[in-house]
Nanobody, 122 residues
Framework: QVQLVESGGGLVQAGGSLRLSCAAS????????MGWFRQAPGKEREFVAA????????YYADSVKGRFTISRDNAKNTVYLQMNSLKPEDTAVYYC???????????????WGQGTQVTVSS
Protein backbone atom coordinates (compact mmCIF):
# COMPACT_ATOMS: atom_id res chain seq x y z
CA GLN A 1 0.00 0.00 0.00
CA VAL A 2 1.27 3.45 -0.93
CA GLN A 3 -0.22 6.76 0.19
CA LEU A 4 0.57 9.85 -1.84
CA VAL A 5 0.29 13.50 -0.80
CA GLU A 6 0.86 16.30 -3.28
CA SER A 7 1.93 19.83 -2.39
CA GLY A 8 3.34 22.94 -4.00
CA GLY A 9 0.37 24.10 -6.02
CA GLY A 10 -0.76 27.69 -6.10
CA LEU A 11 -1.42 30.78 -8.20
CA VAL A 12 1.26 31.96 -10.60
CA GLN A 13 1.41 34.37 -13.53
CA ALA A 14 1.90 33.13 -17.06
CA GLY A 15 5.59 32.56 -17.74
CA GLY A 16 6.27 31.73 -14.12
CA SER A 17 7.37 28.51 -12.43
CA LEU A 18 6.16 26.13 -9.76
CA ARG A 19 7.55 22.92 -8.32
CA LEU A 20 5.11 20.26 -7.22
CA SER A 21 6.08 17.58 -4.75
CA CYS A 22 4.48 14.22 -4.05
CA ALA A 23 5.45 12.54 -0.80
CA ALA A 24 4.89 8.80 -0.56
CA SER A 25 4.50 6.60 2.46
CA UNK A 26 5.68 3.02 2.57
CA UNK A 27 9.01 1.30 2.17
CA UNK A 28 8.43 0.23 -1.42
CA UNK A 29 8.36 3.67 -3.04
CA UNK A 30 11.55 3.02 -4.98
CA UNK A 31 9.99 0.02 -6.70
CA UNK A 32 7.23 2.06 -8.33
CA UNK A 33 7.11 4.08 -11.48
CA MET A 34 5.55 7.47 -10.75
CA GLY A 35 3.36 9.67 -12.87
CA TRP A 36 1.82 13.11 -12.85
CA PHE A 37 -1.62 13.73 -14.32
CA ARG A 38 -3.87 16.78 -14.40
CA GLN A 39 -7.54 17.60 -14.74
CA ALA A 40 -8.78 20.98 -15.89
CA PRO A 41 -12.35 22.13 -15.17
CA GLY A 42 -14.80 20.41 -17.48
CA LYS A 43 -12.13 18.18 -18.98
CA GLU A 44 -10.98 14.61 -18.50
CA ARG A 45 -7.87 13.85 -16.52
CA GLU A 46 -4.81 13.69 -18.76
CA PHE A 47 -1.25 12.43 -18.57
CA VAL A 48 1.56 14.91 -17.90
CA ALA A 49 4.79 13.04 -17.12
CA ALA A 50 6.14 9.75 -15.79
CA UNK A 51 9.42 8.44 -14.40
CA UNK A 52 10.72 4.94 -13.78
CA UNK A 53 11.83 3.54 -10.42
CA UNK A 54 15.44 4.72 -10.72
CA UNK A 55 14.81 8.06 -12.39
CA UNK A 56 16.72 6.97 -15.44
CA UNK A 57 13.76 6.97 -17.80
CA UNK A 58 11.17 9.70 -18.23
CA TYR A 59 8.20 10.28 -20.50
CA TYR A 60 6.26 13.48 -21.19
CA ALA A 61 3.09 14.59 -22.84
CA ASP A 62 3.79 16.68 -25.92
CA SER A 63 2.00 19.64 -24.36
CA VAL A 64 4.58 19.95 -21.57
CA LYS A 65 7.74 18.64 -23.21
CA GLY A 66 10.59 21.12 -22.82
CA ARG A 67 8.78 23.05 -20.06
CA PHE A 68 8.17 20.47 -17.33
CA THR A 69 10.69 18.14 -15.69
CA ILE A 70 9.85 15.11 -13.57
CA SER A 71 12.38 13.81 -11.06
CA ARG A 72 12.48 11.70 -7.93
CA ASP A 73 14.46 11.28 -4.74
CA ASN A 74 14.03 7.73 -3.48
CA ALA A 75 15.84 8.53 -0.25
CA LYS A 76 13.10 11.06 0.51
CA ASN A 77 10.23 9.01 -0.98
CA THR A 78 9.34 12.01 -3.10
CA VAL A 79 8.67 12.73 -6.75
CA TYR A 80 8.77 16.24 -8.16
CA LEU A 81 7.35 18.11 -11.12
CA GLN A 82 9.23 21.28 -12.02
CA MET A 83 6.98 23.43 -14.18
CA ASN A 84 8.50 26.34 -16.09
CA SER A 85 7.09 28.75 -18.67
CA LEU A 86 3.62 28.12 -17.34
CA LYS A 87 0.62 28.93 -19.52
CA PRO A 88 -3.01 29.59 -18.57
CA GLU A 89 -3.90 26.27 -20.21
CA ASP A 90 -1.76 24.50 -17.58
CA THR A 91 -4.40 25.44 -14.99
CA ALA A 92 -5.68 22.19 -13.45
CA VAL A 93 -5.67 19.96 -10.43
CA TYR A 94 -2.44 17.98 -10.56
CA TYR A 95 -2.32 14.40 -9.29
CA CYS A 96 0.57 12.06 -8.68
CA UNK A 97 0.21 8.32 -9.06
CA UNK A 98 2.24 5.17 -8.46
CA UNK A 99 2.30 2.22 -10.81
CA UNK A 100 4.37 -0.52 -12.35
CA UNK A 101 5.40 1.04 -15.66
CA UNK A 102 6.38 4.34 -17.23
CA UNK A 103 3.22 5.00 -19.15
CA UNK A 104 0.57 7.59 -19.82
CA UNK A 105 -2.22 5.06 -19.34
CA UNK A 106 -4.12 5.92 -16.17
CA UNK A 107 -5.38 2.39 -15.62
CA UNK A 108 -1.77 1.23 -15.16
CA UNK A 109 -1.45 3.26 -11.94
CA UNK A 110 -2.57 1.67 -8.70
CA UNK A 111 -2.33 4.51 -6.19
CA TRP A 112 -3.35 8.16 -6.48
CA GLY A 113 -2.96 11.29 -4.42
CA GLN A 114 -5.70 13.77 -3.64
CA GLY A 115 -4.40 16.45 -5.99
CA THR A 116 -3.08 20.00 -5.73
CA GLN A 117 -4.50 23.02 -7.57
CA VAL A 118 -2.35 24.95 -10.02
CA THR A 119 -3.78 28.19 -11.40
CA VAL A 120 -1.94 30.19 -14.05
CA SER A 121 -3.20 33.72 -14.64
CA SER A 122 -2.77 35.52 -17.94
Amino acid sequence: QVQLVESGGGLVQAGGSLRLSCAASGRTFSSYAMGWFRQAPGKEREFVAAINWSGGSTYYADSVKGRFTISRDNAKNTVYLQMNSLKPEDTAVYYCAAGSDVTGAQHEYDYWGQGTQVTVSS
